[in-house]
């Protein structure tokens, strides 16, 4: 019996303390992406077209971004290199993109597309992310280009 409890308590601590990893890992929780050398590379060396692919067969399904397009089952992306997360008028996020605090960058865009619940746990989005660095990279060019004045490179 004390074998079993000590195994309880050890699991239930583990998982205590992974949640307390992920809460550190998330916006919300205080993690700052900050552009780096390899990222920065990564963009400079992305095949734009491969982000423009991924973009219309897996983003597109819920997200518009159309310079006169509008929300859909996603929000507008026009423009959203420099907007807050979660705080573009007439679209309903969920509690946690609105309380995340980030502003979309060339590095907090890669972070939360590598892992979007890490990044944002609790967000409404039904997308994983994009395992593929490079494939990451080169969506997040093609999110520059929907602007009305594209962000410089790094």
Known sequence: MNLLWNTSFALATLVLA???????????????????????????????????????????QCHDGEKTGGHAKGPFLWNVLGRKAGSIAGFEFSEAMKKSGVIWDYATLDYYLANTERAVPGKAMNFAGIEDADLRAAVVLHLRKMADKPAKLP
């Open 18 to 60: 992974g949640q307390g990893i992920a809460q550190e890992q998330s916006f919300a929780g205080g993690y700052k992406a900050t552009m780096t050398p390899e990222l920065a590379a990564r963009l400079k060396k992305a095949d734009v077209a491969a982000g423009d692919n991924f973009f219309e067969r897996k983003c597109s």
